[in-house]
C-alpha cells in the first residue's frame, strides 16, 4: 500500500524511500513481464545469442573457432523453429538483439525455416543450419565501425567489408571434422549464378544447392533486419526483392521460397 501511494506521488508518507524505490522496481518488473512488448526472451534466443557472442568474441581475440559452439547454437534455433515456427522467431531476434548477432540469428532461422519447408532431413537441415551459423564468421575481423556504419559504406569500407567470406573460410579450413559442404557455404554465400557475385566469380554450375539456399536467407534476413537508421521493411517487399534478382538467383527455389517468406 505504501509503494502504491509512492507511486501516485505521496511521498511524505515514506520513512524509508530506498527501500521503497526497490520494492517499485520490483512491482514494475513484474508488470512488464506480463505485457507481451516486455516478455522475456525465450531460453533458446538468450543461448543461441550468448554462444554467438562468445564464437565472435574469441575468433577476435586469435582463439580457434569451437565447433560444437555452432553445433549447440544451431540445435538451439532448430528446436526453436520446429516447436513454435519461424515467425515467433523472427519476431524475437529482432526484439532482443542488434547488429552482427542479430543477423546470423536471423540467417540461421530463415535457413532452417526453408530447409524445414523443403521437406529436407534432419542432417541436411543441421548442415544447412550450420553453414548459416557459421557464414558470417569473418565479419569478427572486419572492423566494428564498418560492420555498424549507419547506411552506405565507400568503396574503401566495401572493399574491406567483401574479404569476410575468404576470412571466414581460412578460419574453419583446418578444424577437423569441418563438412565440406559449410566450407562452401560460407566462403561462397555472396557468388550470383550470374558471375557478378564475390570472392571468387563463380557461376551458376559451380555454385551448390546449398549455397543456393543459404544466399536466399541470407539476402532476406538482411533485408527484414530492424536497423536504427533505417525504417524496417515488410517480409512482402523484401520477397519482391528477392523476385527481382532474376539471373542472380535460382528462379525455383526463390519461388518455393514464397512460403517462408510470408507464411504467419
Ligand atoms: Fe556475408
Ligand atoms: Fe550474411
Excluded at 79 to 107: K, M, P
Excluded at 161 to 184: A, F, N, Q, T, W
Excluded at 219 to 230: C, D, H, K
Aim: net charge negative; glycine share 8%; charged share 20%.
Amino acid at each position: 500500500m505504501v509503494a502504491q501511494a509512492y507511486a501516485l506521488g505521496a511521498t511524505a508518507v515514506i520513512s524509508r524511500p530506498k527501500e521503497i524505490i526497490v520494492k517499485l522496481a520490483q512491482i514494475e518488473v513484474a508488470q512488464r513481464a506480463t505485457q507481451s512488448d516486455f516478455a522475456i526472451a525465450s531460453p533458446e534466443i538468450i543461448d543461441s545469442a550468448a554462444t554467438f557472442a562468445s564464437m565472435f568474441s574469441a575468433v577476435r581475440r586469435g582463439k580457434p573457432i569451437e565447433l560444437s559452439d555452432a553445433e549447440n547454437a544451431t540445435s538451439q534455433i532448430i528446436n526453436s523453429i520446429a516447436q513454435n515456427g519461424l515467425s515467433a522467431w523472427l519476431d524475437d531476434v529482432r526484439r532482443y538483439h542488434e547488429g552482427t548477432f542479430q543477423h546470423c540469428l536471423l540467417v540461421t532461422g530463415v535457413a532452417v525455416g526453408f530447409a524445414f519447408d523443403i521437406g529436407f532431413s534432419s542432417p541436411d537441415v543441421k548442415r544447412l543450419g550450420m553453414a548459416a551459423t557459421l557464414h558470417d564468421i569473418g565479419k569478427a575481423h572486419i572492423p566494428r565501425c564498418i560492420l555498424d556504419k549507419g547506411g552506405q559504406l565507400d568503396p574503401s569500407e566495401e572493399e574491406i567489408m567483401r574479404r569476410h567470406p575468404v576470412i571466414g573460410y581460412e578460419l574453419l579450413k583446418d578444424i577437423s571434422g569441418i563438412s565440406p559442404e559449410i566450407l562452401d557455404g560460407v566462403r561462397h554465400h555472396h557468388e550470383y549464378l550470374d558471375g557478378l557475385g564475390y570472392p571468387d566469380g563463380l557461376t551458376a554450375p559451380q555454385i551448390s544447392d546449398l549455397v543456393r539456399l543459404l544466399t536466399i536467407s541470407d539476402i532476406f534476413a538482411a533485408l527484414i533486419e530492424l536497423r536504427p537508421y533505417r525504417p524496417t521493411m515488410s517480409r512482402q517487399n523484401a520477397y519482391q526483392i528477392l523476385c527481382g534478382m532474376d539471373g542472380k538467383l535460382e528462379r525455383s527455389l526463390v519461388k518455393a521460397f514464397r512460403n517462408v517468406a510470408l507464411a504467419a
